[in-house]
């Protein structure tokens, strides 16, 4: 019991996305990680989505779009796409609506194992035991 309280807690104090106000000057820096998110979010299953092609989405180079997301975020742009999709992961698997085959395919991964793998690497939990841990 105290293990799955324990899991839930650090689970619970991951947000989506680590961006304090100070680190966002401004409304224009806002509305990059508003645009960069959205394109996230609409390209989540698409498997070979990478930084070069959200770059490209964005309308800059490789390099502007590394700069300016480590320059709002403090991280690089695929740190940023990967926690992104973790807390994507989390939120599905705490839902308990959909299998981890399933959460794999809808964020991009080619197939379950690797996506567990990445999970676990991210939050030191495999997707089961935190299924385990929430289900008691």
Known sequence: MLNKNKIKKLLSNTTLVNHPEDDIKDDENAQFLKKVEM???KNL?????????????????????????KEITGK?????MLTYKMAKARAYLLEQT???????????????????????????????????????
């Open 39 to 41: 394109l996230l979010e």
């Open 45 to 69: 299953s698409t498997e070979k989505y990478n930084v070069d092609i959200l770059g490209l989405d964005m309308g800059m180079s490789r390099t502007g779009f590394y700069n300016k997301m």
């Open 76 to 80: 690089p742009p695929a740190n940023y």
């Open 98 to 136: 959909y299998s981890i085959g399933e959460i794999s395919t809808m964020l991009g991964y080619c197939d379950a194992k690797y996506f567990s793998k990445k999970f676990k690497d991210f939050y030191h939990v495999s997707p089961t035991r935190l299924l385990k841990n929430t289900l008691g």
